[in-house]
Structure formats: structure tokens, C-alpha cells
């Protein structure tokens, strides 16, 4: 008979591995979607504005899907709402492709969209949870698989684009292996975690805690929703290439390069250097991008981007997850709400003003979003020493 402790020791692996595997597919299956924007932009002839309006479906669909994932984490065990989310989230991806006008097209990103918010808020949820069972930072190392599957799937998009693939052929293939690693993987998530307090949404003045964490989420979701979305169109009109993809590619890959560094980062730097860093990064590599847009000064912009935009979610969901007032599903939750809204506004934005001006200019945009990490993070971390102080 084994000893306990390497039991225990067992469920954590398999657990983490588990949850690791929805982090990866979640992003292999996201930049399938992102990377045929230009796809879907060609094939029904959208302009700017058009393609904007279009892709507010998503933040629409999350907003209101934030509720049903809040009460979904408060009610069930997380793994539940994650697989059955995951599930749908698949088959919806698929659907997109067979989209043959303006409003079954929105209508499939209503849905993908709907169930990418329930799946994103439980796999956070499993993953603060788990968290706590290992003596060191683990967060980011599943943030920088849900990147690492993004590649593969910008990869893998570039491979079929290049090859003349439909995106029908392609997107269903994506979806059956999700539906397929879904089926096998369920069984070894964590289990039991349903928080016995903090559930209840309390309304009123807004917890300053909360408050700094969701601005700092804001901000993060316009450049990273903005420059998911409009790094191909970005490659294509602007720069110029034939592989549009490029961008976004470099773009993932030093995402997930700077996730799988940054509990190393954090625990040398600190959060507050880290945040500022992550400002730093983005406003260099967007003023390079915008002011030399040929091909390989905007692969180093984005490169640059994509290392600064990393580490901020999953920073401050961790952060979340410290919260004394709710538990780390509800925190989630809410901080969530502060990021669906940044989607909400950023992604169409950038849209309306490529359409006014030019898309050089409105890409100026996610320069001023990161800079506001730096004194957000110092509001923050300046108020949580006065609460220490205190104490």
C-alpha cells in the first residue's frame, strides 16, 4: 500500500495536468477562431467599422453569460460547468464556419462567446484553487499554456491558410479533438471545490480591493482582446504580407514565453516592478509597431506587446483569489466583469477609429491602455500597505 502523502501527491499531478490540457486547448481552440477573422472579414466583404460592430457580439454574449458562470461556480463543483462549457464551446466554433449570413455569423459568436466566459471563469477557479496545494507559483504556467495552444493554433491556421484548407474543414477539426480531450480529461479535475462562503455579490460602494484589481483587468483585456482580434487585419492591410497570420503569431508566442517566465519574474521583481514592466514592454512595442509598420520592426512591436500583456491577468487574478470579502470563484467573477467590459470597448474601438483615421493611429490605443497599469498598480499596492499598516 502506498504511503498518503504520495497519493496525495498523485491526484496533484494528475489534477494539474488535467487542468493544464483545458488551458491548452482553450487557447489552441480561441486563436483557431481569431486567427480566421481576416477569413471571415473577406468572405462576407466587411469594412473596419462593419468587422467592429460585428465582433461586439462577444462582449455582449459575455457580459451577459457572467452571471450564469458566477452561479454556476457557486453551485457546482467547478469541473462541472468547465467540461459541459467546453463541450458547447467546441461545437459552436464549428458552427461559426457554416455561418452563410450576417446574422447566423453572429449569432455563432453570440454562443462561442457565451460559453468561453462560463469555461474561462471555472478553469480560473480550478486553478486559484489548486494553487493553494503547491508551495510555488503555478498560476502563470497555465496562462502560458492557454498562450502555447494559441500558437499551435495560429500554426496550424498558418499551415491550412497556406495550404487553401476551407475554414470549415478546418474549424471542425478543431472541435472534434476538443470534444474528444474533454470526455478523457474530465474525470481527473479537481473536485469538491465549491466554496462554503463569500458567494453573494455585495452591492453598494465598491470594495477598493476589487475595484483596483478590475481597472487593472480592463485595461489588460483592451490590448489583449484588441490585438487578438486586429493583428491579422493589422499584417494585412498595413504591413502587408501575404501570411497574415505573422503577427499574431509572434505576438502569441512571446505571450506564452512571458507566462511561462513570469512566476519566475514575480518572485525576483515582485508584482508592482512587474506591472510596471508589463507597461513598459507595451508602450515600446506599440509606438514601434505604428511608427516603422514594415515587416520586421511590427514583428518586434508585437513581440514586445505580447511580453508586456502576459503576465497581467494572471497576476491579478491571483491577486483576486487573496480577496478576504469573496471567495476566489466569486472574485473572479466580478474582476472578470471589469475585463468583458474592456472587450466590450476595446476590439470595436480600434474599429471605428481605423475607420475614421487610419488602423496605424487607432492601434495608439492600446499604447495609452498599457501605460495605465503603472499608476493603477501603485494605487493598489499603496493601499494595501495602509490596510497593513493598520493591522
Not at 462576407?44 to 457580459?63: D, Q, V, W, Y
Not at 454556476?72 to 457554416?98: G, H, K
Request: some cysteine; glycine content about 8%; proline content about 4%.
Amino acid at each position: 500500500m502506498r504511503p498518503r502523502k504520495f497519493v496525495v501527491m498523485d491526484s496533484k499531478i494528475k489534477q494539474r495536468v488535467s487542468l493544464s490540457t483545458f488551458f491548452f486547448l482553450s487557447g489552441f481552440c480561441f486563436s483557431s477562431w481569431a486567427a480566421r477573422i481576416p477569413t471571415i472579414k473577406s468572405a462576407f466583404g466587411f469594412n473596419e467599422a462593419e468587422l467592429g460592430t460585428i465582433l461586439l457580439a462577444m462582449p455582449i454574449s459575455s457580459l451577459i453569460g457572467l452571471p450564469f458562470s458566477g452561479w454556476l461556480i457557486t453551485r457546482f463543483d467547478s469541473r462541472v460547468p468547465l467540461s459541459v462549457a467546453f463541450v458547447i464551446y467546441a461545437i459552436c466554433l464549428s458552427l461559426i464556419s457554416f455561418a452563410n449570413s450576417t446574422s447566423t455569423l453572429v449569432a455563432a459568436i453570440f454562443l462561442f462567446a457565451f460559453c468561453m466566459r462560463i469555461l474561462n471563469i471555472a478553469m480560473n477557479t480550478q486553478a486559484i484553487t489548486l494553487q493553494k496545494q503547491f508551495e510555488h507559483k503555478i498560476n502563470g504556467s497555465f496562462h502560458g499554456l492557454w498562450s502555447t495552444g494559441g500558437i499551435v493554433g495560429v500554426g496550424y491556421t498558418t499551415l491550412l491558410v497556406a495550404l487553401n484548407v476551407s475554414i470549415t474543414i478546418h474549424l471542425m477539426s478543431v472541435s472534434f479533438l476538443a470534444i474528444v480531450v474533454t470526455l478523457v480529461s474530465y474525470r481527473f479535475l479537481l473536485q469538491n471545490d465549491k466554496s462554503a462562503s463569500g458567494n453573494k455579490l455585495a452591492f453598494g460602494k465598491p470594495d477598493p480591493y476589487i475595484l483596483y484589481l478590475g481597472l487593472l483587468v480592463f485595461f489588460a483585456a483592451i490590448c489583449e482582446g484588441g490585438m487578438f482580434d486586429w493583428s491579422g487585419i493589422y499584417f494585412q492591410e498595413v504591413v502587408r504580407v501575404d501570411i497574415f497570420t505573422s503577427g499574431y503569431l509572434i505576438f502569441m508566442a512571446f505571450m506564452a514565453l512571458s507566462r511561462f517566465l513570469s512566476d519566475r519574474i514575480i518572485d525576483r521583481i515582485g508584482m508592482p516592478a512587474t506591472y510596471a514592466l508589463s507597461a513598459v514592454f507595451i508602450f515600446s512595442g506599440i509606438g514601434l509597431a505604428t511608427l516603422v509598420p514594415s515587416f520586421w520592426p511590427a514583428m518586434v512591436g508585437f513581440s514586445l506587446v505580447g511580453f508586456g500583456t502576459a503576465a497581467v491577468i494572471p497576476m491579478t487574478y491571483t491577486l483576486a483569489g487573496a480577496s478576504k470579502k469573496y471567495s476566489p470563484g466569486m472574485a473572479i467573477s466580478i474582476i472578470a466583469t471589469y475585463g468583458i467590459v474592456g472587450m466590450l470597448i476595446g476590439p470595436p474601438m480600434i474599429g471605428y477609429l481605423a475607420h475614421a483615421f487610419n488602423l496605424r493611429v487607432s492601434f495608439i490605443a492600446f499604447a495609452f491602455a498599457g501605460f495605465m497599469f503603472i499608476p493603477i498598480s501603485q494605487l493598489f499596492f499603496r493601499k494595501e500597505a495602509q490596510v497593513a499598516a493598520v493591522h
